[in-house]
């Protein structure tokens, strides 16, 4: 492997993030962490901040697992143009006095590039980069109306032979508001089951990176940005639709908006449609009862951004 190449790209894009930081837009470390990977909420444009009471919520806001009531494993994937990967897998269960404990594997890979000298000639030899982030997340219900939970994140990311980790932690809380008024009080209105999310992610998260080549030395550090976000969702029309809304700023990029919507056609099919910062998401989710189990399976469709191609997201949900 030429360590030229690889010392010149880190310098290179270390450059880049100082550049776009200025513009207030662009990519920084964990950007794939914003590309959702679960297809429910996917489908809902990624607006899930205050309904992250499943196993996909605690990408999204800790503090909401504290819902959960049955042992559950979910799974995601993501298809993706450009050779790109990215996937999810967790487990979750209840504990005692109203908690819930976590633990999760997202991978994210950008395939294999093919290797050239200093010349610009090829090798013969590829180069390929993944991240990696192992979970453990927390949460527990402290009132009827408040619960709150932590996010304990490992990073690790590789680019040839060469490597780089960090810990990160996200912080979030969830309100219900209907359980501030008398039992029943809520029923008189348009909309009920009304839920605010608050959530801090990426602290302290930072790639610190060393190279060293031919007396020369490069140890760029590769920050995540710190990201702040407010949810609020709600159902109506007895029920059966859901909507829910998302706003979120992080340190180095501009605001941006999340909006979904879930309506249940019956108790087993659920159509979704959403507008993840502009873009168009759609989606269905269906829940299969098997004897004292659930299996529920989700699939959301992503609208072209960039040029990059469409996505097709695809989740499956084992309750147990």
Known sequence: MNKHIILFGLIFLASVNFAVAKEADGGYAGAF????????????????????????????????????????FFSSYRVMKLDRKLGFVSFVAPTKLQSALAISWMYAGSGEVEERTNSGFLTGSTIASADHVFSVTFAKQFQPFFSAGTRLNYFYKTYDDISANSIGIDLGAQLFVDSLFEYGAMEEFPINDIKIGLVAQNISAQ??????????????????????????????????????????????????????????????????????????????????????????????????????????????????
């Open 33 to 72: 962490l914003k590309v959702p990977v679960a297809a429910r909420p996917a489908a809902m444009g990624g607006a899930y901040i205050a309904l992250s009471e499943d196993a996909a919520g605690q990408l999204y806001n800790p503090g909401g697992l504290a819902s959960i009531t049955r042992k559950d």
């Open 207 to 320: 790639y610190s990176w060393k190279v060293d080549v031919n007396q020369l030395s490069a140890s760029p550090d590769d920050e995540f940005p710190l990201e702040f976000g407010l949810g609020v969702a709600f159902r109506s029309f007895q029920r059966n639709l859901l909507t829910a809304v998302d706003v979120r700023k992080n340190d180095k990029q501009a605001v941006y908006f999340r909006f979904g919507g879930e309506y249940y056609l019956n108790p087993k099919l659920a159509l979704r449609a959403g507008l993840d910062d502009g873009h168009l998401t759609t989606g269905l989710g269906f829940n299969l009862p098997l004897s004292r189990n659930i299996l529920i399976i989700d699939y959301a469709f992503a609208d072209d951004r960039v040029g990059e191609g469409s996505d097709h997201i695809f989740s499956l949900n084992f309750l147990f």
